[in-house]
């Protein structure tokens, strides 16, 4: 089984909807993290959390907000989702001090109509 | 802020040549991670090879290499014995060492294409 698991892998909205990207983690990392890729702008970091009680903003967190609802899941969510917003999101983790890579989960593939 | 630049957005090779992906970083800091992922189709992100700032010694991961040139701020990865597998999207990334700055910074990335 997957080490970082997402849900759902694609996804379809409308505009307006509130939608939840849910990654859940059994590596046991305290740090979790979200970022979005888009083409040609590479991967940018929304939200990180070091531990469920510790949430940062990262690059571009307007419009997103997260949820830490244990050390092994961590979701994101677009209170009202718009067309620019779609995009392929991925969690990841990583384990501090030790590894120095983080873990990718697959990814999930918003498209907002 | 740290800034990670992959000039080049795409790139051709032939299959069992060698290609050289280049990346050049901005930072102030002196203790740093260095990393390069591949992005195949499948569209999931895999570590290819990293690389830790304060060691001199350049990486290496069986056909992939690099070249950290520490004082020039670059980072390059060598696929030698390109093979069709190769063919994916490259991204360099760099990670600080300072406590609560463990996060990654991507390049736009790269397009490789490996020619039978």
């Known amino acids: 089984d997957a080490d970082v698991t997402q849900t759902p892998r694609n996804r379809i909205t409308k505009t307006g909807k509130r939608i939840m990207l849910e990654c859940s983690q059994t590596?046991?990392?305290?740090?979790m993290y979200w970022y979005r890729q888009d083409p040609g702008l590479g991967l940018r970091l929304i939200y990180y959390?070091?531990?469920?009680?510790?949430?940062n903003k990262g690059e571009i967190s307007d419009g997103y907000s997260v949820s830490r609802q244990a050390q092994a899941k961590f979701s994101l969510s677009l209170e009202s989702a718009i067309p620019n917003q779609t995009a392929l999101y991925f969690c990841?983790?990583?384990?501090?001090?030790?590894?120095?890579?983080?873990?990718f989960g697959p990814g999930t593939r918003l498209t907002v109509l | 802020a740290q800034t990670v630049t992959q000039s080049q957005p795409e790139m051709s090779v032939q299959e069992a040549e060698t290609v050289t992906l280049s990346c050049t970083y901005d930072?102030?800091?002196?203790?740093?991670?260095l990393f390069w992922y591949k992005q195949p189709p499948s569209r999931q992100m895999i570590l290819v090879i990293r690389?830790?700032?304060?060691?001199?010694q350049n990486a290496t991961e069986n056909r992939f290499s690099v070249n950290f040139q520490k004082a020039a701020k670059s980072f390059s990865l060598k696929i030698s014995d390109s093979q069709l597998g190769d063919a994916a999207m490259y991204f360099c990334?760099?990670?600080?060492?300072?406590?609560?700055?463990?996060?990654?910074?991507f390049g736009k990335g790269m397009k490789l294409t490996v020619n039978p």
């Open positions: 990841a983790t990583s384990d501090f001090p030790g590894e120095e890579e983080q873990f």
């Open positions: 590596k046991g990392h305290d740090r």
């Open positions: 959390s070091f531990d469920v009680k510790d949430i």
């Open positions: 930072t102030s800091e002196s203790d740093y991670y």
């Open positions: 690389q830790e700032a304060y060691k001199q």
């Open positions: 990334a760099y990670r600080s060492t300072q406590g609560g700055s463990e996060k990654l910074v």
